[in-house]
């Protein structure tokens, strides 16, 4: 089929000591088995790519490649495709991608400064990349396209209420206001989840939600008052305590100047779903409730469901399945649209920065860093960078694991210490497919990284370098939803 090619042996350039160059091909379109055949194989043999640790649909490989021109095509499942995001030709053979590796003294010919621009590999010793996103050849979609997108789904959600959330069956866990903290603590552990709403006896109502933070607040509040975290202090310290407690480290009063704790942010079963998804966004909370009562003064409640955006994104994925093309919005490369935090390129500012933690941090400063950025996790980096992990708010519920809490000075464990102590756990709320890091590429489409936040447990997706895995930015649930809804 592409007998006409170029010619350039592997073997044959090794044979000869010619330079070889290393460079590393990137399929980030998906598919179960994805090959590479090009001119520098003969056409003949297929190189199989491997997928990306974490990134089940990127594929990469590294090929030695003699200076010149090359033309490559992947095959991808049983049929070949060429990547429409790389410089590419029509020949004999069809459509082909082709890249030029410089050497010395070498000129690339029948190649503008446009057409390297848009290459995307990443090459050792070879600059083809453009550092310059600006340059990349990136569909452009109007203002008059992303406000018909944005309308759209806005008379979606609209349309649609909480009760379209509930599962056909499930559980939902409720705490006991005055249970001990430290029981909590295990209840959160050991069931794997984030949050319970809080259910008040004496009131015979739910007034409000116990989560990640609140752990976090406990640990930081009893760690200023001695060396050490004991199980006797989360032991006397009730849940209705510690929100009272709150109150006053929050500055929370009533008109009498008693401690107010924040009242429960709550929806109706019954409630659209843009009002749900404004109600998370505005009060920066990461479920609510879903509380339904048969009586007009709503005593006797029933707790049904919490809401997450993550269920919110599955209904408009589900909804846009099968018709996305009448929403150009969702087919935009990422990294043209304002969405997320960005690690900021050399000589550009950042209105907010991203934060990042080394593994030897420790664990006391993570988690001040979690409370003063206000972000719900911090990637964990190497020296170049490169994604190792992610400490979130959930991770705090590892403490629970043989009552470590009472064992540690938060500035004695580092950030892997306390990841590492919940790798024998049961799965813990954040893990989808045996994967706890979710990550994206800079290319990705909106619709690919809203399918991936939608699957349960994923709060937020790291961008990374394919290759490398250096970290780029972050996109989080509330980023996508403020930037669908226009906030």
Same mark, same amino acid.
């Given at each position: 089929?592409?007998?006409?090619?170029?010619?350039?042996?592997?073997?044959?350039?090794?044979?000869?000591?010619?330079?070889?160059?290393?460079?590393?091909?990137?399929?980030?379109?998906?598919?179960?088995?994805?090959?590479?055949?090009?001119?520098?194989?003969?056409?003949?043999?297929?190189?199989?790519?491997?997928?990306?640790?974490?990134?089940?649909?990127?594929?990469?490989?590294?090929?030695?490649?003699?200076?010149?021109?090359?033309?490559?095509?992947?095959?991808?499942?049983?049929?070949?495709?060429?990547?429409?995001?790389?410089?590419?030709?029509?020949?004999?053979?069809?459509?082909?991608?082709?890249?030029?590796?410089?050497?010395?003294?070498?000129?690339?010919?029948?190649?503008?400064?446009?057409?390297?621009?848009?290459?995307?590999?990443?090459?050792?010793?070879?600059?083809?990349?453009?550092?310059?996103?600006?340059?990349?050849?990136?569909?452009?979609?109007?203002?008059?396209?992303? @406000?018909?997108?944005?309308?759209?789904?806005?008379?979606?959600?609209?349309?649609?209420?909480? #009760?379209?959330? *509930?599962?056909?069956?499930?559980?939902?866990?409720?705490?006991?206001?005055?249970?001990?903290?430290?029981?909590?603590?295990?209840?959160?552990?050991?069931?794997?989840?984030?949050?319970?709403?809080?259910?008040?006896?004496?009131?015979?109502?739910?007034?409000?939600?116990?989560?990640?933070?609140?752990?976090?607040?406990?640990?930081?509040?009893?760690?200023?008052?001695?060396?050490?975290?004991? @199980?006797? @202090? *989360?032991?006397?310290?009730?849940?209705?305590?510690?929100?009272?407690?709150?109150?006053?480290?929050?500055?929370?009063?009533?008109?009498?100047?008693?401690?107010?704790?924040?009242? *429960?942010?709550?929806?109706?079963?019954?409630?659209?779903?843009?009002?749900?998804?404004?109600?998370?966004?505005?009060?920066?909370?990461?479920?609510?409730?879903?509380?339904?009562?048969?009586?007009?003064?709503?005593?006797?409640?029933?707790?049904?469901?919490?809401?997450?955006?993550?269920?919110?994104?599955?209904?408009?994925?589900? #909804?846009?399945?099968?018709?996305?093309?009448?929403?150009?919005?969702?087919?935009?490369?990422?990294?043209?649209?304002?969405?997320?935090?960005?690690?900021?390129?050399?000589?550009?500012?950042?209105?907010?920065?991203?934060?990042?933690?080394?593994?030897?941090?420790?664990?006391?400063?993570?988690?001040?860093?979690?409370?003063?950025? @206000?972000?719900?996790?911090?990637?964990?980096?190497?020296?170049?960078?490169?994604?190792?992990?992610?400490?979130?708010?959930?991770?705090?519920?590892?403490?629970?694991?043989?009552?470590?809490?009472?064992?540690?000075?938060?500035?004695?464990?580092?950030?892997?210490?306390?990841?590492?102590?919940?790798?024998?756990?049961?799965?813990?709320?954040?893990?989808?497919?045996?994967?706890?890091?979710?990550?994206?590429?800079?290319?990705?489409?909106?619709?690919?990284?809203?399918?991936?936040?939608?699957?349960?447990?994923?709060?937020?997706?790291?961008?990374?370098?394919?290759?490398?895995?250096?970290?780029?930015?972050?996109?989080?649930?509330?980023?996508?939803?403020?930037?669908?809804?226009?906030?």
């Amino acid at each position: 089929m592409f007998g006409s090619t170029l010619d350039s042996s592997r073997g044959n350039s090794a044979a000869s000591g010619q330079l070889l160059t290393p460079t590393r091909f990137v399929w980030p379109y998906g598919g179960r088995r994805v090959f590479l055949s090009g001119s520098f194989t003969r056409w003949t043999e297929h190189v199989p790519l491997s997928p990306l640790e974490g990134c089940p649909t990127v594929f990469q490989v590294i090929c030695n490649l003699t200076p010149g021109y090359h033309q490559y095509k992947f095959f991808v499942d049983g049929e070949w495709r060429h990547d429409e995001h790389q410089p590419f030709v029509s020949g004999n053979g069809g459509v082909v991608n082709t890249i030029f590796i410089t050497g010395p003294d070498m000129v690339p010919t029948g190649f503008s400064p446009e057409t390297l621009g848009r290459s995307n590999m990443d090459v050792d010793d070879v600059f083809v990349r453009t550092a310059d996103s600006s340059q990349e050849t990136i569909p452009r979609m109007s203002g008059a396209e992303l @406000e018909v997108s944005r309308h759209r789904i806005s008379v979606l959600l609209s349309t649609r209420t909480a #009760y379209e959330l *509930l599962p056909e069956s499930g559980k939902v866990i409720a705490l006991d206001v005055n249970l001990p903290v430290k029981q909590a603590f295990h209840i959160l552990y050991e069931q794997g989840i984030p949050l319970a709403p809080l259910w008040d006896f004496g009131k015979g109502q739910f007034v409000g939600v116990l989560g990640p933070l609140d752990f976090i607040l406990i640990l930081r509040e009893l760690g200023t008052h001695g060396s050490n975290l004991t @199980e006797e @202090e *989360l032991e006397t310290h009730t849940i209705a305590a510690w929100k009272e407690g709150k109150a006053h480290i929050s500055r929370q009063y009533d008109g009498s100047g008693r401690p107010y704790p924040r009242p *429960l942010v709550q929806v109706g079963p019954y409630d659209n779903l843009k009002d749900v998804a404004l109600k998370i966004l505005q009060n920066k909370v990461a479920a609510v409730p879903v509380i339904y009562s048969s009586l007009q003064d709503g005593s006797y409640p029933q707790l049904l469901h919490l809401a997450s955006l993550s269920g919110i994104l599955k209904c408009i994925c589900r #909804y846009f399945r099968h018709s996305s093309s009448s929403l150009p919005i969702l087919q935009q490369p990422i990294c043209s649209i304002p969405l997320g935090t960005w690690v900021p390129r050399i000589g550009e500012s950042s209105s907010k920065a991203l934060a990042t933690l080394r593994p030897h941090a420790s664990l006391g400063s993570a988690l001040s860093l979690l409370v003063q950025a @206000e972000v719900s996790s911090i990637p964990v980096v190497d020296d170049n960078d490169s994604l190792i992990d992610i400490y979130s708010r959930s991770d705090i519920t590892a403490l629970a694991k043989d009552k470590a809490y009472a064992q540690i000075h938060l500035d004695d464990m580092t950030v892997h210490q306390a990841l590492q102590l919940g790798q024998d756990a049961s799965p813990p709320y954040g893990i989808f497919n045996g994967q706890r890091c979710h990550m994206c590429l800079r290319s990705d489409s909106l619709v690919k990284v809203m399918e991936r936040l939608a699957n349960p447990g994923v709060r937020r997706l790291v961008i990374v370098e394919a290759g490398s895995k250096r970290v780029e930015g972050i996109i989080s649930l509330s980023d996508v939803f403020q930037f669908l809804l226009g906030l």
